[in-house]
């Protein structure tokens, strides 16, 4: 599907920090799905957590659709649920005093047995003297024995318990068994379906990336796997799961009750600069404009937190109740990208890159040599051709001063670039005037103008992943 129309925005002022925005009961229609994209949306999230296959069935070409109409490549992400770790049913509120023993059961009755009922079956999983938190952390436990498909534990301070709230366990080794029964059951079904992305909730170490790779790959799904980072041991294993997952996301809710709130800001530019260094696409999520769900306007603290993650180099920032549930839902995404074209077109100073570390150290050599070219040449853009993608992630990876114009001959290598800092992405059949079509379909358009200065990365054997061997400037 070659991409057959172009935004009459000026090159530059393309946004280059990327809108991931949740698609739910607030935009659960085709109007809500293309006016989120119209408005700058360049990735759609499907909460598996919530709603149905039906549902899907519905929305996935209403996307599809509405790139279409727009001309505009949009990633689609299926979001896993993960372990359900969660109290269970029970009427009412438990009112916890500090010091008080509690006992946990898998779907216990509390009404009889004063046990308190969970969803999972902790019993096999925890260990005496880990910590269990409730609620949002809210009540802290400490685990005191476990025994007969019980968990004890003792108050650390005085609370309460609702039913269903979520339960937190950042001492516990869940020995790589995080993808559960529905989780499988909706990786089969998302096999089968138009999806780019697929992020993996909970995960601990790299090898969780592994088994979702395989799975997917004995599906013959080509999606793309994000790795939530959101636990305590996944901060302990950090460096190995980036070197392991095509993206990461920061999921700073369960990430604060695991580790500490105070700890998320550096542990967030710290995997954003990771992401950099071996260039994986990274996003900012959770509570980002959480005000907007109930308030038309956000909060200054959450304008600054947007535009932090712009000034830090985040290739996309997310919205999740704003949009899926919240009362202002178009006009989230509206200011997301005010205020990160404001931040992007007035930072002092350019984002700081750590030098790039990856295996293919050719791609890594014409990455650095095309952007030092353009910067050289004051080029208007950079463009690469590319087949799987890499050649254009590689270059993003360095966060250059222009943007990025990929043009490869695959709508999911489109859609998947959709997500990356700095990248817009055209579909245009192999050729080996793949580049220079697209730039004079540009300049026809009015995006690009007569003396621009293009900078170009392409391969002698157009259509062949790997083989990115040649730069070229052109001046239009």
Known sequence: ??????????????????????LGPATDTYEGVKTMIENGANAIRLNFSHGTNEDRDRQIPWIRKAQKEIGKPV??????????????????????????????GYKADYDSTGVIPTQYDLAKKVKRGEEMYIYDGKLKTIITAVKDGKVYATAENSGIMIKRKGINLPDTDFGGDIITAKDKADIAYGSTKDLDYVALSFIQTADDIKKLKRMLSNLGSDALVI??????KAIENLE???????????????????????????????????????????IVATQMLASM???????????????????????????SDETAMGRYPLESVDVMKKVINYTQNHALHPISVINMEIEDNKSRAISHAVIELAQQMEATAIVAETKSGATALHVAAARPN???????????????????????????PDDKFQATKLTNWLQKSKVLNKGDVIVTASGQYPGVAGVTDTIKVRVL
């Open 402 to 428: 222009m943007p990025v114009l990929a043009v490869t001959s695959t709508d999911r290598v489109a859609q998947q670039l959709a997500l990356v800092y700095g990248v817009k992405s055209f579909v245009r």
């Open 227 to 232: 790795a939530k980072i959101e636990t305590k």
């Open 1 to 22: 599907m070659a991409t057959t129309k172009s935004t009459k925005l000026p090159i530059k002022k393309y946004k280059k920090t990327k809108i991931l925005a949740t």
């Open 240 to 282: 190995e799961i980036i070197k392991e997952t095509d993206a990461v996301m920061v999921a700073r809710g369960d990430l604060a009750t695991e580790t500490s709130p105070e700890s998320v800001p550096i542990i967030q530019r710290q995997i954003i600069e990771l992401g950099m260094k071996y260039a994986k696409p990274t």
């Open 75 to 104: 990633a689609i992400v299926q979001d896993l649920q993960g372990p359900k770790i969660r109290l269970g049913d029970f009427d009412g509120i438990i009112n916890v005093a500090r010091g008080q023993n509690l006992v946990f």
């Open 293 to 319: 769900t109930e308030a038309p306007e956000p909060t200054r603290a959450e304008v600054s937190d947007v535009a932090t993650a712009v000034l830090l180099g985040a290739d996309a920032i997310m919205l």
